[in-house]
DNA sequence: CTGTTAGCGCATTCAT
DNA sequence: ATGAATGCGCTAACAG
């Protein structure tokens, strides 16, 4: 079928070995050789057989990422990145899928391993720690986004703490007091660390915090919506909500459509984690950006750092990446924390008439 | 490090072949030994090693999908799918991401079967038929999406013709006459097939076709919002347009929405293959559905098929999945063809009150 | 610098 | 029903 290595040494009449260090270029052959050999493997349209290879190397040329899903616009960009700069060095991206389910990553994690998988990058559940641990002493791992905290893997974050501070803070500084926040899960790292940004950026302008304008949920758009309900339900809604929940953001969107209440006129909203659509939505939709894109890039960094030489477990660390927060048009500026609007009518006619002010 | 066959066959004080035997399940082991050795293996934490079984069988237990991108939403769902479908089986999926470059397939495809998959979906730029034509000879190749013309490998196509049909004749149904039309390139097949379902459509009802309707381009949201200008900047604008490029979605709703457009008061808004976000969106968006879940799932069974047997060439055929109109509230009925609108207000409070001009 | 030998872990042929 | 032997394609000692 394929042309092996054999193949082309007795095309060039030398040994299997040396037609492996010419095409491997060891540097233990003599430049004619090596060209000689290199030539005739071109022509014969010789390829290196991956398998046999990693038979005798115990390498594997596959690196595996396990996120949750794919719908999670952070995990799309990962997963492109992940295997775009995988692909230039030549290995093959194995991409799992594990649903935020401890079992399913459980299996996926020994099937890989199987595999021989030159290393891991996974966005842990966090309950599979002792597992992972074990594996990491066959196979370089780095966790990103979350850390499980039953291991001492290398892992890449985003500064969930910052960014959700930030977010706050632009809010605080937009006028608001009452900032709902929608957050994820509290067992999960961004979970409780955006929570505690959000509280920071509270504490710091002296705004006393209010359990009712705090919501954490599961990872899914309905959390939005039943959460975007209760806030606005309350005897004094929130003047702003921030979603941190990135998946619960279409669920808010919903309720405020359903509801009429304009964005931002009477409602500022911000997001967590960029979509693609939100900057072409109406009003483009602020949010604090998590970075995805460099996440994913000093994930690929630090475990190709750890497959280069084989780094044991010096220097394992846990890296931050800062996030940013990207202003559009969903936010606005509060007077009067509360009562009648001056409502001037703002530039947006498709708006609510409320729309002006805004502005001041 | 880890425990290999030859560990298990001592530990059971029997030979290699005969561990193999039993644990692979041939039925050539006497029942007893048959689980003694299982359990042995069980015990020492036995895992076969698919690396050197794939050297002997010529096996890999890799499926790879190769698809343009992870942005567009029916990419997503496919990768989901075909994962969890593979995972299931017990195959490991590569997941390669072309860009939809002709270079960057050919350059994946090489590898990909360097690297000895089991299988592959491809959705193919059709710019590589030559090289996949080959390929074919050592792997079950299944093509999804897009048909690569040159080559006669099974494929699995989305039923375009009918959905942009349906989705036509659905606008028309609703009394819009001047329906405007975004669709993909011509050089692809949904491309041309959608233009084509949409003349149909058109024919049927006798409708002259207007070329100044029709607008092709590549599948990025630039596109819809120069195409979207292009059409309502016409001395008489469509009253619905149909986004039959699914990229472009975002740049016709920019375009929508800075112009003060109200949808569906004062254009109706048709687009092809769903999104999470549509259906959140408001007005939820109505859809022509290319129905990426079926179509991944038939591409793999269609691939395993191959794959089980041996099934050489004999009944490749194209399989269509129907597609299916999933009307939400973009698209409204529309009584007068043009002049003055009866305009009764719709229930979209929120909108701009500037709407009706832009009908006539 | 090159050829010979050995073996990675497993499946499979051929004996028995 | 089982064991011994062979080789998948390649790399890595070990000699020369």
Request: charged share 25%; glycine share 8%.
């Amino acid at each position: 079928m394929s042309v092996t290595l054999k193949d082309v040494a007795q095309a060039a009449r030398v040994s299997v070995s040396t037609a492996s260090r010419a095409l491997t270029g060891t540097g233990l052959t003599s430049e004619r050789t090596q060209q000689r050999l290199t030539r005739i493997a071109r022509e014969l349209g010789y390829r290196p057989n991956p398998i046999a290879r990693g038979l005798k190397t115990g390498q594997s040329r596959l690196v595996a990422l396990l996120v949750h899903n794919l719908t999670n616009a952070s995990f799309q960009v990962m997963a492109e990145v992940v295997q775009a700069r995988l692909k230039a060095l030549n290995y093959q991206m194995l991409l799992c899928i594990g649903g935020d389910d401890a079992q399913a990553e459980s299996d996926t994690l020994t099937t890989l391993v199987d595999h021989r998988i030159d290393g891991l990058i996974v966005v842990p559940t966090g309950k599979n720690g002792a597992q992972l641990k074990t594996l990491a002493k066959d196979v370089p791992i780095v966790c990103l986004v979350r850390r499980d905290d039953a291991t001492d893997l290398e892992t890449v974050l985003a500064d969930d703490p910052q960014g959700a501070y930030l977010g706050t803070r632009h809010l605080i500084e937009l006028g608001h007091r009452r900032v709902g926040l929608i957050v994820g899960r509290q067992d999960t790292t961004s979970g409780r660390e955006r929570l505690s940004g959000y509280v920071r950026a509270l504490r710091e302008a002296g705004i006393a915090r209010d359990d009712a304008l705090i919501h954490a949920g599961h990872y899914v758009p309905e959390t939005g919506a039943s959460c975007a309900r209760k806030l606005l339900d309350l005897p004094r809604p929130p003047t702003a909500i921030f979603v941190a929940n990135h998946e619960a953001t279409l669920g808010v969107l919903r309720v405020t459509a359903e509801r009429n209440i304009a964005i931002p006129d009477d409602l500022s909203l911000l997001c967590y984690e960029d979509m693609p659509w939100f900057e072409w939505h109406r009003p483009a939709i602020s949010i604090v950006d998590n970075g995805a894109r460099d996440l994913a890039n000093l994930a690929v960094d630090r475990l190709l750092h750890r497959m280069d030489k084989d780094n044991g477990n010096d220097g394992v660390r846990e890296y931050r990446v800062g996030a940013r927060l990207i202003k559009r048009d969903s936010c606005r500026r509060i007077d009067a924390p509360a009562s009648a609007k001056s409502g001037k009518p703002k530039s947006s006619p498709s708006k609510s008439s409320a729309a002006k002010s805004a502005k001041v």
